[in-house]
């Protein structure tokens, strides 16, 4: 299977903790592309603009298994969602955001996510590494709703650097 991670976070080092996320991932998984950085503005309350990047990964995992590593990955990085904010600061966010060819509705996970055509800092970086990749409710590629998206506002994410983070 094939699937598109979307990292995020804005505090401490999220370029440098994307790489060590690569990198894991790249351990137990096949890390087969990783799009440029990004930054965009925070959904919810006021606080820092984020990092954000894509991942597309090849894995035996099932959506539920690699949704379990993703929670190990930010509580390693130092999240804790007990007495978060909602959509508040966070140092790594990662979700899943679509799959290839799977489709899952369940209490713990949506695939595609729910809100990735509207929302540009995972849509956009999602796009650069699976352009061709169609929403399955819309029928329309990943490309296509990035444009879409950016048009009707252009300022929501904007690339940091041509290349994905380095790995260390």
């Known amino acids: 299977m094939e699937i598109v991670l979307g990292l995020g976070g804005n505090l401490g080092d ?97 695939l595609p996510h729910r809100e990735l055509h509207r929302r540009a800092f995972a849509l956009v970086p999602a796009a650069e590494i699976a352009p061709d990749w169609v929403h399955p409710y819309l029928g329309l590629t990943l490309a296509r709703l990035a444009e879409s998206v950016l048009r009707s506002d252009p300022g929501a994410v904007r690339r940091v650097t041509g290349v994905p983070p380095e790995r260390t």
Request: glycine share 8%; with cysteine.
């Open 14 to 110: 999220p370029p440098a903790v994307f790489a060590r996320v690569l990198e894991r991932l790249d351990a137990e998984h096949e890390v087969i592309a990783a799009s440029s950085l990004y930054r965009s503005r925070p959904v919810g309350p006021p606080q820092a603009e984020f990092w954000n990047m894509a991942a597309r990964v090849g894995t035996p995992a099932t959506p539920l298994d690699l949704l379990r590593m993703c929670g190990e990955l930010e509580a390693a990085a130092g999240r804790r969602r007990e007495g978060a904010i909602r959509w508040g600061p966070r140092c790594l966010d990662i979700d899943l955001l679509i799959a290839a060819v799977l489709v899952h509705r369940g209490p713990l996970l949506e």
